[in-house]
């Protein structure tokens, strides 16, 4: 019988990692004496397995459980649309030195340029920035194919092509296929994506010096990054939350909207009080503890995360969250949504307008909430 799963991280150690998985989330099983890049809390990408931690199917992989569970697991809703396919990947990152300048391809590129991976759009979730952190995000206005490869060649690969923005924590960054970007120093982020390592950097330095990435590879990158990028002129670079309060008993549930796209969505939960949570649809859903600790019960199995930790809550699974200690709990949870159902139904329900809801998906023509929109042509510019 399925529960709240736990997992075991899996870590990657890229050149822009740090410290702060140890010492400020204090993860289990994450070294003190080495830099970190990233850990792979929820992962079923070829070799990079996320490996059960608590209770009976301790020790099984992320990978075992889709073959044997299937639906049951993910949910009908979810198997029926991608198979054996599971469709998320959850991480974190600690960029303690700034990220290549890099894009992901969309699936239609992917797929022409014979990639055994699908595209890739993202979702930052900055956990903790630190002052004056900054990222990329985004192409300069009115760059071409022609000025970026320019760029490229005379090693003007930040500045020359992308925005340059503060980053706050707390703050979402939905980063579509095609778009440039890069994290900078002294950022702590969340990251969802579609499950995919499908990515071209036009500036690996330190990547091939380390024996990570192939020095012919990254030649053809700089050409496939021209070809699969996005050429967009942007207003703003990070989401604009949308927040729903629901009254429970003496105190409250806070429910806020952070970021979606027809890949994923991202929100944050809010309590101080127990609470039981119950997808009304037949979905898996991830939850990372941001905040606070707390006891998570179902099919009377519990399991505890603090935060910095992640579950995987099978489908058509109640789960009673219980804060630990008397304390406020704050989750981020992410599932594969219904647009129009999960999104803009809700949230025009509640009195928000469309323009508010489609700050949601970022800027731009790439937005997936769009066909649901009533929307004034320049309504990114207001």
Known sequence: MLYPLKFIPYLKFYPYGGRRLATLLQKDGVPTDRDVAESWEISDHGDTQSIVANGALHGKTLRYLMETYKSQLVGKEIYDRYGDYFPLLLKFLDCDKRLP????????????????????????????????????????????????????????????????????????????????????????????????????????????????????????????????????????????????????EEDHFKHTFCAACEYFAMEKLYMNFPYEFADPADRFNLFTVTSGAGEFRGNNKSTFAKAGDSLLIPAEMHTLIAPAHGQPLEILRCYVPNLERDIVKPLRQAGFTDIEIAWLGSYGQSNALLPYLVLPKDWDQQ
Request: charged share 20%.
């Open 101 to 248: 300048a890099h894009l992901h391809p969309n699936d239609d590129n992917a797929k022409k340029l014979g990639l055994n991976d699908t595209g890739k759009t993202e979702a930052w979730y900055i956990f903790k920035a630190d002052q004056r952190a900054t990222a990329h995000a985004g192409n300069l206005p009115g760059l071409t194919p022609d000025t970026f490869r320019d760029a490229i060649a005379r090693g003007d690969n930040f500045d020359g092509v992308m925005n340059y923005i503060p980053t706050q924590s707390n703050q979402t960054y939905l980063i579509p296929a095609g778009r440039m970007h890069s994290i900078g120093a002294g950022n702590l982020a969340i990251e969802i994506q579609q499950n995919s390592d499908a990515g071209f950097s036009w500036d690996w330095q330190g990547f091939v010096e380390a024996g990570i990435i192939d020095p012919q590879d990254a030649k053809n990158h700089k050409e496939w990054a021209v070809q699969c990028a996005l050429y967009e002129n942007g207003a703003q670079q990070h989401t604009r939350e949308i927040i729903q309060e629901f009254s429970l």
